[in-house]
């Protein structure tokens, strides 16, 4: 990749952090260079969550009163990145990306689906929390191989466990991936908080 492209990245980082409009037209721009969506999602929306994360290090009130810009633009960029995928002709496997009901901090599970997505994975996701009932479908696709689950609250996880247990009930070949805060705790059959380790741990980087 070369070093304007890098920059156009960082730029984007940049810009989502701090909530600038113009974060929409950066993204487009990558793309219209021909930057895959994956690139982008790695090196340019995670890495600006990474960088909130060390701002709330640093000085938690400025970054929590500048969350909802960075939320807000982020969302927007990820509409974008969502609108250039195509769907998949040949998936190597199918995965389920959800958070439960009541689940507040979906930001990730929306970057991982669109990852997965971006990589050639058939993706079941929902913009709402789940209930099991809701995962009829997925679990009715002999393709599906991998329950990917978000954990960040504490006080969900009997429930995050209990879909675990549903879900492995009816398909027990499925296995169960967990990150956040929480996800020691919820019966997952591996739990990896680095995307890049997930990535791994997924068979789709190396």
Not at 12 to 35: F, K, W
Not at 80 to 95: G, N, R, T, V, W
Not at 131 to 136: F, G, H, Q, R, S
Request: proline share 5%; glycine share 8%.
């Amino acid at each position: 990749m070369g070093s304007q492209l890098i920059e156009a990245l960082n730029r984007l980082a940049e810009s989502m952090l701090h909530g600038e409009p113009d974060s929409q037209e950066i993204a487009r721009s990558c793309l219209e260079q021909g930057v895959p969506v994956g690139e982008i999602l790695l090196k340019g929306v995670v890495e600006a969550w990474l960088r909130f994360a060390a701002w709330y290090d640093r000085d938690p009130g400025a970054a929590l009163r500048g969350w909802m810009e960075s939320y807000t633009a982020t969302n927007r960029v990820l509409r974008i990145l969502d609108s250039a995928i195509e769907p998949p002709k040949d998936p190597p496997f199918a995965a389920a990306v959800v958070a439960v009901r009541g689940e507040g901090h979906v930001l990730m599970r929306d970057v991982i689906s669109l990852l997965l997505k971006s990589l050639g994975v058939k993706v079941y996701s929902w913009r709402k929390g789940v209930l099991p009932e809701d995962l009829a479908e997925a679990i009715s696709d002999p393709a599906l191989k991998w329950l990917v689950l978000s954990c960040t609250e504490g006080g969900l996880n009997d429930q995050v466990a209990a879909l675990i247990r549903w879900v492995k009930e009816r398909r027990p070949d499925v296995k169960a991936i967990a990150g956040g805060p929480q996800a020691m705790a919820v019966g997952a059959d591996l739990v990896e908080n680095d995307i890049h380790g997930m990535l791994k741990a997924l068979g789709l980087q190396k």
